[in-house]
């Protein structure tokens, strides 16, 4: 795949801004992960769909106007980026990432939504807007690297003063792991890296969250150099 320019957009709403339609039978995944944060959700079972934004293996992210959910491990026949897929499932808080936890189904229903990806800042983001298609630019690396292919990575940069995560998942494709690795490793010190087409959530921490982004390509990463 070839990198799409980033949306020139610095709002912090979806570009897609004409009025969410809700499926019937479905809940909203803004009000899916709403409960999620809300500690409301117990064992309730959903029903939700969404346009994938961003993939790996059987791992993906849903996005539905301007909020988004995790789906692990769950296969669906004809899985691709840019389609829909309807899912069944109790959700968790994973350490402030709303997710799947037992997934019931997940089935492709067809072509998704035209997305355009938002531009956030690390004041801009919250925590509402996780897992949609989003840019992030004029980072600072900070610290960390990707050592260990069979282990998942945690890379800091900075926007500002704010810390951003890149995350690196082990069960990405190890081809897809060593370009994301290549072009890490060739930002120089002082290099700004913006992060187009990607997605963001908050890793929260005791009292704490950070941003953080989940890489699933290299063209995601644009280095910009000094």
């Known amino acids: 795949s070839t990198s799409t320019k980033p949306s020139e957009s610095t709002s912090t709403k979806p570009s897609t801004?004409?009025?969410?339609?809700?499926?019937?039978g479905t809940t909203s995944i803004?009000?899916?992960?709403?409960?999620?944060?809300?500690?409301?959700?117990?064992?309730?079972?959903?029903?939700?769909?969404?346009?994938?934004?961003?993939?790996?293996?059987?791992?993906?992210?849903?996005?539905?106007?301007d909020a988004g959910i995790y789906v692990f491990n769950k296969?669906?026949?004809?899985?691709?980026?840019?389609?829909?897929?309807?899912?069944?499932?109790?959700?968790?808080?994973?350490?402030?990432l709303i997710e799947?936890?037992?997934?019931?189904?997940?089935?492709?229903?067809?072509?998704?939504?035209?997305?355009?990806?938002?531009?956030?800042?690390?004041?801009?983001?919250?925590k509402e807007n996780q897992c949609t298609l989003a840019n992030i630019m004029g980072l600072k690396y900070d610290s960390g690297a990707i050592t260990d292919l069979t282990k998942s990575s945690l890379i800091k940069y900075k926007d500002g003063s704010s810390d951003v995560t890149l995350r690196v998942d082990k069960n990405m494709d190890n081809a897809v792991k060593t370009a994301i690795?290549?072009?890490?490793?060739?930002?120089?010190?002082?290099d700004t890296v913006d992060l187009?087409?990607?997605?963001?959530?908050?890793?929260t921490k005791g009292d704490t969250s950070t941003i953080n982004v989940g890489l699933t390509s290299a063209d995601q990463i644009v280095i910009n150099k000094a």
């Open 30 to 65: 803004a009000d899916v992960i709403k409960a999620g944060f809300d500690g409301t959700a117990g064992s309730t079972e959903y029903t939700f769909e969404g346009t994938v934004v961003g993939l790996f293996g059987n791992s993906y992210y849903l996005q539905q106007g």
């Open 75 to 96: 296969a669906a026949t004809g899985l691709a980026l840019g389609k829909k897929v309807r899912v069944v499932s109790t959700i968790t808080n994973y350490s402030g």
């Open 196 to 203: 187009v087409n990607t997605v963001l959530y908050m890793y």
């Open 181 to 190: 690795k290549e072009k890490l490793d060739s930002v120089g010190e002082n």
């Open 100 to 126: 799947t936890k037992t997934v019931k189904s997940a089935t492709v229903t067809g072509d998704g939504d035209a997305i355009t990806a938002v531009t956030y800042t690390s004041s801009t983001f919250k």
């Open 17 to 24: 801004s004409t009025s969410t339609v809700i499926p019937d």
